[in-house]
């Protein structure tokens, strides 16, 4: 469903030519809504192409590689040269009265660095640039699981408004057929009360549907950052899912996704980190030179000097110590959120296969029986034979069968979304559904 179609528009933007796969599984089947004039049904390749294109949250990694570079400049530049004016032995006493004896002492002065300081600090820049673009995978990808979630989630809601429909529908037939046997004297008019205030509440229920509709339409949207849908209807099939590998296949890709790549970026960071710390410890060289003028005599010397500072070494012991603590932790923080993500995972390969199971059996087994039950309740209500509560059950639980399968579907989806999420990477190929 999520991640088999290569998104060739956004591989050349990205700064390490991004290639994510997304798919759209969910393709293919709802085109029989009509379109609004000039508004086509919205497939899930087109909101996940939208959504990679104008994303606010993803335009943030340009900015932030933009800052990267300005930091490059910044550090792989030499230490400042400073120019001083010194003057000294004026406005004292007795021969010192004024400036007659005044000593003015122009200098230039800046730092030798020692130790590869200079290429320890670009290193840690360049370093940065990695951790950037695997945080901005990281980030393509969740928002590619969010546009797939609201996705199938506004779908199902679209297969929930068109079972509403089918109650309303089923509502007004069984209020007509009440209402002629009402006529006849073979029904109280009591049943016919029931059965209007039955249809009353199945359009009640379908005007909450198409509100909650709407919004879900909005929320989707606003992804690609739009305040409004320019689409009618979701074009997908809800119940068309992929063969799955094994889980422990499953897990290695997930050793290998952005978001444990992330890691492996920050752990160069902080092993450069560690050469900058170290290199710290070598001390500089601090030079000057300059030119001395005598007021009193108004001749002129050269003066020069150095300084070094001592037992910079010892001094820096405590910030390499940090630097050498913080890459260890990285590594940590690393088979912890692996951890985290295979829990997730199995919980998601679980829920999945169990979903697609529910609506394997309820299409084969539970609705067929249902429909048949439904259809011989009402000939025998007609008949006669059946009272209105019997009928009404029937319905209900022919209703209630079909929400069951949707919310099936919907959780099965959603969960093959965030596998696909978790191992960047899209399922085996889809197996056809049988038609409903």
């Known amino acids: 469903m999520l991640f088999s179609m290569l998104m060739k528009a956004r591989r050349c933007a990205t700064p390490c030519h991004i290639s994510i796969r997304t798919s759209c599984l969910l393709a293919l089947a709802f085109g029989a809504a009509s ?28 900015l932030r590689l933009e800052g990267l570079n300005g930091r490059r400049l910044t550090a792989d530049q030499n230490p400042a040269l400073e120019a001083g004016l010194e003057v000294e032995n004026f406005l004292g006493s007795g021969e010192r009265q004024g400036l007659d004896g005044a000593e003015y002492t122009l200098s230039l002065s800046s730092t030798l660095e020692l130790g590869g300081k200079r290429q320890a600090r670009v290193s840690v820049v360049d370093s940065r640039y990695g951790l950037v673009e695997a945080e901005h995978r990281a980030e393509i990808l969740e928002v590619l699981g969010q546009v797939t979630r609201r996705f199938v989630a506004t779908l199902a809601l679209q297969e929930k408004l068109q079972l509403a429909a089918d109650a309303v529908a089923l509502a007004e037939a069984t209020h007509e057929i009440v209402a002629r046997r009402a006529d006849r004297g073979a029904a109280p008019q009591a049943e016919v009360l029931r059965a209007r205030a039955a249809l009353t509440q199945s359009r009640i229920e379908q005007a909450r549907l198409q509100a909650e509709y709407e919004s879900r339409k909005t929320a989707l949207a606003s992804l690609w950052g739009s305040t409004r849908p320019a689409f009618r209807n979701l074009e997908g099939d809800l119940f068309q899912f992929s063969s799955a590998d094994s889980f422990e296949t499953l897990y290695r890709r997930v050793s290998k996704s952005p978001a444990i790549q992330v890691y492996a970026s920050e752990q160069r960071i902080r092993e450069t980190e560690i050469q900058l710390a170290r290199s710290e410890s070598e001390s500089d060289i601090r030079w000057q030179v300059g030119i001395r003028h005598f007021e009193e005599t108004d001749d002129t010397a050269v003066t020069a000097g150095f300084s070094v500072p001592l037992f910079a070494g010892p001094r820096n012991r405590g910030d390499v110590q940090a630097a050498v603590a913080a890459r260890d932790e990285v590594q940590y923080r690393r088979e912890d959120n692996l951890l985290r993500l295979r829990s997730r995972l199995f919980e998601a390969y679980q829920l999945r296969q169990q979903s697609i199971d529910a609506v394997k059996r309820i299409r084969s087994q539970i609705l067929p029986d249902l429909s048949e039950a439904l259809t011989q309740t009402r000939k025998a209500y007609e008949r006669g034979r059946y009272r209105y509560v019997e009928w009404t059950a029937a319905q209900r639980e022919l209703l209630s069968a079909r929400r069951a399968l949707i919310d099936a579907a919907t959780t099965a989806l959603l969960n093959q979304a965030l596998i696909e999420q978790l191992t960047a990477q899209p399922l085996a190929t889809v197996q056809g559904a049988p038609a409903r």
Not at 38 to 62: C, W
């Open 35 to 62: 379109a609004h004039a000039g508004e086509k049904p919205l497939t899930l390749s087109e909101a996940l192409s939208r959504a990679m294109a104008q994303n606010p949250g993803l335009h943030v990694f340009d």
